[in-house]
């Protein structure tokens, strides 16, 4: 598959973000070709997409048998490759990898399948942001540790692993060696601070920095407000002050900010993937042979309400639609709005639900 042919796959899960998944399809080309540096970061508040993106290039990798040994995909915080006492232990990485590649290959596998499953994953490491070398204006060394044992590993380590099999219904123990530099690594993180950090940089009186305006109208008075967007503004040198090591960041590829969610992708998203909330919705209510429906104006209404909490992006959905679903999944035929049809039920979700709901739920 061409990274065109990728993007168009990974697309089916992940709505907007189009930017972040063209970089994505090049690093999966880069992957199955055996190619190094493919390797991103992505920098986005808390249900931007992160963690749906590495879902969606694990459905890409069970989309066709061609792509078994690269199947292996695990996600981890970043924190876990270290101890209570502070050591950073990698071999907590490849005990998670071993075991997802047993999942895969099943019981019986061989030492060498389970290498090639290893040595080929794609490592997701989330909360990256976590092991950043400065906390509280101090030095953290443990985090620090944690970049320098992923920065050996990302730019290629030959790591001898004890396995035991199982050959002719007999257990046996072997050596097998993995090459980390086939791996494929994304690491992930909200970077919180980053926002507060650049604006200070970019509106300092040494910047030199113009920001762009706007005219908002509001309350039949007009407003003048400047616009200050991070993916504008940020630059490589931002992560060092925010505590990632140069020497670390020098193995992604690229650094990746992805887009805060507004109310027209919200709707997309409550809407179009096959995981979606309402679609998840509608099993639900298939149970009781009732086909669940709702109005454009509905969505919308549920999808700008969304849209108010940004700061946990996706995620808002769920905590919105489920006011105003919860009433319909407790009791259905108590409620007036199921209306009997055919052999079966119909009920209709319109705008005037959504808003007596959302205000009752808030009463």
Known sequence: MRPTEINEFLQQDVIGQEEALRFVSVAIFKHFQGEPYGNLLLLGNSGTGKTTIMRAMEHLYHSKEEFAQYRTVVIMNANTLSTDEGLIDTHRLFDR???RARQLLGPDAASDDIRIYMQHATVCIDEIDKVSGIVGGKPYVTGLNIQQALLTLIEGEKVLRDL???????????????????????????FETLYDQVFTRVTSPTSRVKLPTETVYEDGEVDIREVFHLRDHFKQEDLFDYGMQPQFLSRFDNALILEDLHAG?????FLEPRDSVFKASKNFFRKYEIDLEITDGATRKISQEASFRSRIGARALKAVWGRV???FEYDPFAQEQVKKVGKGYRLVIDEEVVVRNLEASVG
């Open 97 to 99: 990898l071993e075991e």
């Open 164 to 190: 035991t099999v199982t050959k002719d219904g007999v257990p046996e123990r072997t050596s097998v060696e993995i090459n980390t530099g086939h791996m494929l690594f994304l690491g992930a993180g909200a």
């Open 265 to 269: 992708i919200l709707k997309r998203i």
């Open 325 to 327: 679903i919860k009433p």
